[in-house]
Structures are given as structure tokens and as C-alpha cells.
């Protein structure tokens, strides 16, 4: 009786996984989920290029990175979704310390794969001082390596994976955080972007400790 019954449990985990459902589908949050196995394609490295991009925005129009190349650092960080807890979090950090980035030549974009209207919604309702970038197709967040196939208690869906981008004003990549934890990162951010002002620093990098 072994071999019926190992066939009856592996049609049933064939329906189970046919029926799954992204948990922001079934009621919960995909973008607070750190233990989520994630698949997307390379993620660019420090010292690389950063992919141009062009998106429309909340102030209005549309911004391009292109805009800020020989004049700000750019702290690019995509996350999964408005209006969801970790994700809401992370942009009011970002928001109670934007002054002191400002300080430090920073301009913050965030990004995601909502529209503006949700978009403009989140950032009223959390007064955030920074645009919101509508990457509603995915094709910028696929050019980063940070949207993908996400797989968490046996349910699959795609999405982005929080990731932060520190961008030097030469249009290079400067520092990398993939799977992105809350609690503590834009600390992080300022330490690093504060780095990158101090004297003894090329183009916007920090000369490597020897």
C-alpha cells in the first residue's frame, strides 16, 4: 500500500501549492515578511553603474536619477507596499531623520510598485517630506535585482524585496543593503552617508581603511 499512498500525499501537495495565495491576497502583510525565501535576478554591486531611471512621482512630474548626478548623494530604497506596517516603519524613519541626511548633501527617493494615487495617499497620511516613485511596471525594479519571486508557508508571490541603494553624486553605486530589516537601517544610512562627507573622501567615497 506504500506506493498509493505516497501518490495520494503528492497530488495533494500539488493542490496545495496550485491554491496558494500571496499572503497580502489572504488578508496579511507581503512586505513585512523578513523569513521569505526571495529569487530575482543580480542585484547591482558597490562600484557598479546605477540604472538610469525615469518614473513619475509625487511632486508632480517625473524624476530621473540623471537629475542629481554631480550634485547629490541618492538614497534609492524600494519597498514592497504603501500602507503596510513594516513598510510604513521604514519611511517614517526615514522621515524623522531627513533633516540630518539633507545635511548631508542627501536626497531620498522611494519606490514601489503602487500608483501615485496610492502613493499620494501614504505620503499624506505619514507626511512624508521625500517623493514616492511609481515603479508600477516593475521594469526599475527589476533593472536593481529587487523584484522577484518571494515564498513564505509554502505560498509563492512576486514583489520587492526592501532594499536600500546609497548612489554617489559620480552616478555609482556606494553601498548595498538587500533583505532589508527595519529596525535600525536608516541609522545605518546616515552613519555611511556621513562617511562619505568626510574630509579625505574621493568623488563622494570613503577612502578604504587599510
Not at 521569505?36 to 540604472?51: D, I, K, L, W, Y
Not at 562617511?195 to 574621493?202: D, L
Request: hydrophobic share 40%.
Amino acid at each position: 500500500m506504500k506506493g498509493p499512498c505516497i501518490a495520494v500525499l503528492a497530488c495533494a501537495a500539488l493542490v496545495l501549492t496550485l491554491t496558494s495565495v500571496p499572503p497580502a491576497a489572504a488578508g496579511g502583510s507581503a512586505c513585512c515578511t523578513r523569513s521569505a525565501v526571495f529569487t530575482a535576478a543580480t542585484t547591482p554591486a558597490a562600484g557598479q553603474p546605477a540604472p538610469g531611471f525615469d518614473l513619475p512621482a509625487t511632486t508632480g512630474g517625473r524624476i530621473s536619477l540623471d537629475q542629481y548626478k554631480g550634485k547629490k548623494t541618492v538614497v534609492l530604497y524600494f519597498y514592497a507596499k504603501d500602507e503596510t506596517p513594516g513598510c510604513t516603519k521604514e519611511a517614517c524613519d526615514f522621515r524623522d531623520r531627513s533633516a540630518e541626511l539633507e545635511k548631508a548633501d542627501v536626497v531620498i527617493l522611494a519606490v514601489s510598485n503602487d500608483d501615485l494615487k496610492s502613493h499620494q495617499r501614504f505620503q499624506a497620511k505619514e507626511r512624508l517630506p521625500f517623493p514616492l516613485l511609481a515603479d508600477v511596471d516593475a521594469k526599475v525594479s527589476k533593472l536593481y535585482g529587487v523584484y522577484g519571486a518571494k515564498e513564505y508557508g509554502g505560498k509563492t508571490w512576486t514583489g520587492i524585496q526592501r532594499t536600500t541603494f546609497v548612489i554617489g553624486k559620480d552616478g555609482r553605486i556606494a553601498q548595498v543593503w538587500p533583505k532589508v530589516s527595519v529596525d535600525g537601517h536608516v541609522a545605518d544610512v546616515l552613519e555611511f552617508v556621513a562617511k562619505m562627507q568626510q574630509p579625505g573622501s574621493r568623488d563622494g567615497y570613503a577612502k578604504p581603511s587599510m
